[in-house]
Each structure stands twice: as structure tokens, then as C-alpha cells.
């Protein structure tokens, strides 16, 4: 998002990070604002809902994705054991 705030791209990576450690599943707003130093109105505020921060983060990690393939050799380029 372009023009996304300091403070909403701040959580983002908190959030990111506390789900690496602890899972999506059974995420809830008040034990992820507890641990990243927020509050659930903030959250609610910068992402919607739930939903929203659920759907920020899966992008998040998305990202994280594209450049690791980026990172990867094409086809052609792949070592070959003679």
C-alpha cells in the first residue's frame, strides 16, 4: 500500500512476525495487540477488522514469497550434476 502510515507498516511487521512464531490459527485481536505493544481499537482503526490484519499480514507474507522465488535460478539455469 502506497500510502500506508509509518505507524500501520510498524504493526504490520510486528504482526508478521508474531504470526511466524505463533500461527494464524485461533488469532485474536487482544492477545496480538497485547504482544506487539497495541491496542485492538488501534488495530481495528489501521486494518478494518480481524479480517483486514489477517489479510495484511497473508500479504505481508506474500511478499516475502515473490522474493524468494525472485531469488531462485530460472530453469535453464539450474546446476546439473555429469
Request: charged residues 20%.
Amino acid at each position: 500500500m502506497a500510502d500506508e502510515s509509518p505507524r500501520r507498516a510498524e504493526l504490520l511487521e510486528a504482526a508478521y512476525s508474531y504470526v511466524l512464531a505463533n500461527g494464524l490459527t485461533e488469532m485474536s485481536l487482544r492477545p496480538i495487540a497485547d504482544a506487539i505493544g497495541s491496542s485492538t481499537g488501534v488495530l481495528r482503526f489501521l486494518f478494518g477488522s480481524r479480517q483486514g490484519l489477517v489479510a495484511a499480514v497473508l500479504q505481508r507474507a506474500r511478499q516475502d514469497e515473490l522474493q524468494l522465488l525472485a531469488g531462485l535460478p530460472a530453469d535453464g539455469d539450474l546446476l546439473t550434476v555429469s
